[in-house]
């Protein structure tokens, strides 16, 4: 079974100040991680992904987010956060099914309020 | 270009009543998925189709949903007999294939409210 936890459920952090939201999954085989952003009455949308290689990758809006395969960790980081960030943060393993088509868990998400 | 698009945006029905909740995805995307996402949660698989075939239903709860995509583009999502517990955001993603390594792409979702 595969499963993606997101302890955090809410993070508040001042505009400017560094951010990291964490994320664990548990998954036999190597998986393939996500990150996606969901601001309120908008559709989700993908920060990052992570398949092989560089475990460092490298996203949108200034986000970035490291792979640790022995602490089965996939944590998303941003040095800096705007106002504009508050949003919810979902982070999502895709275990590739039989026929080789994407079957993706999500976490439940961690809500990420900003303060000037 | 256009992305994904659902409607309605919003639906409120009665317990018992059919719904039908539609999805366009982005042209010439061969993958559609759908997902459910409940009021504090992450969004959770129903079924997944590729052209015009659901080859993948094991998220469907139970035999009150149902889901089609006949010409293998737009798809509808149809349930049967609402329930309360039926409540949620369902969102609609598609990817230019069912493999390789494009991620999905999400729709704004259809928020169904069942009184």
């Known amino acids: 079974a595969q499963s993606v936890t997101q302890p955090d459920i809410h993070i508040t952090v001042s505009e400017g100040a560094s951010l990291e939201l964490r994320c664990n999954y548990s998954y036999g085989a190597t998986p393939y991680l996500f990150w996606y952003v969901q601001s309120p009455g908008q559709g989700l949308q993908l920060l990052l992904k992570y398949f092989s290689g560089d475990t460092l990758v490298q996203g949108i809006k200034g986000f970035e987010a490291e792979f640790k395969r022995s602490q089965s960790s996939f944590n998303l980081r941003k040095p800096s956060v705007h106002w504009s960030d508050a949003a919810e943060y979902f982070c999502?393993?895709?275990?590739?099914?039989?026929?080789?088509?994407?079957?993706?868990?999500f976490g439940t998400g961690t809500k990420l309020q900003v303060i000037p | 270009g256009a992305g994904v698009s659902q409607t309605p945006s919003n639906k409120v029905t009665e317990k018992g009543k059919y719904v039908e909740l539609r999805c366009d995805p982005i042209?010439?995307?061969?993958?559609l998925y759908w997902y459910r996402q409940s009021l504090g949660q992450g969004p959770e698989f129903l079924i997944y189709?590729?052209?015009?075939?659901?080859?993948?239903d094991s998220g469907l709860p139970n035999d009150r949903f149902f889901a089609v995509r006949p010409e293998g583009s737009v798809s509808t999502l149809k349930i049967q007999r609402t329930e309360r517990g039926d409540s949620a955001v369902y969102l609609c993603?598609?990817?230019?294939?069912?493999?390789?390594?494009?991620?999905?792409?999400f729709g704004p979702g259809t928020r169904l409210t069942v009184l």
């Open positions: 999502a393993v895709d275990r590739r099914a039989v026929g080789g088509y994407q079957k993706v868990t």
């Open positions: 993603a598609s990817s230019p294939e069912a493999g390789g390594r494009d991620e999905q792409f």
């Open positions: 189709f590729q052209g015009t075939g659901a080859a993948d």
């Open positions: 042209s010439g995307h061969t993958a």
